[in-house]
């Protein structure tokens, strides 16, 4: 028979499903729990592994699996909307500063001000600028949905001793303990 969490089990569950983001320690600590690295630890594992808490957490978990960002395709989806805003911006900027300045028709500039001098011999310039905050941000973005879909196999190099070959013996019709 399940019984009601107390109001610190509560405020552990609360932590620990957000602002700690899963982190026992921490939940334990939000959740107004005092002591030792171990004793908070102890807690948590105490905590996480009670059968009506750890329910709650598996819930949720499924909950984010199933409608959130843990579902891949709503992942997928929310990074392509963020992708085509970024691009909407591009464009309006690329329309709107069409005639400013050298290739401010393609967006990727933007126009700052800033003033040089002071009092009545002050003047403010006009600076374009390329956007790449903006570039790295849409780049960065392609480069997790290419993963995110498996379209980028990622590699590394293995080296033996020494960074030289790494030797593999293969025994055919010998026991490789007669070696």
């Known amino acids: 028979m399940a019984r009601e969490l107390t109001q610190r089990q509560r405020a552990f569950l609360a932590a620990y499903l957000g602002e700690a983001r899963g982190v026992g320690i921490k939940a334990a600590r939000l959740a107004g729990y005092r002591g030792t690295e171990h004793y908070l630890r102890t807690i948590a594992s105490k905590l996480v592994t009670n059968g009506d808490i750890a329910a709650a ?49 393609t ?36 480069q997790l949905t290419a993963k995110e879909l ?12 020494n960074g030289g070959a790494i030797v593999i013996r293969r025994y055919v019709g010998i026991d490789p303990d007669d070696v």
Request: charged share 30%; net charge negative; aromatic share 4%.
């Open 57 to 105: 957490i598996a819930e949720a978990n499924a909950r984010l699996e199933q409608e959130g960002i843990g579902n891949k395709e709503q992942r997928v989806r929310a990074q392509q909307e963020r992708w085509d805003k970024m691009l909407q911006v591009i464009q309006a900027r690329g329309a709107e500063y069409a005639q400013a300045a050298p290739g401010a028709d």
């Open 107 to 142: 967006g990727l500039l933007v126009r700052t001000f800033k003033q040089v001098g002071r009092g009545e011999d002050a003047r403010v310039l006009e600076e374009w600028a390329v956007d790449t905050g903006l570039l790295a941000e849409l780049r960065q973005l392609e």
């Open 150 to 161: 498996g379209q980028v196999i990622e590699r590394s190099e293995v080296t033996g001793k």
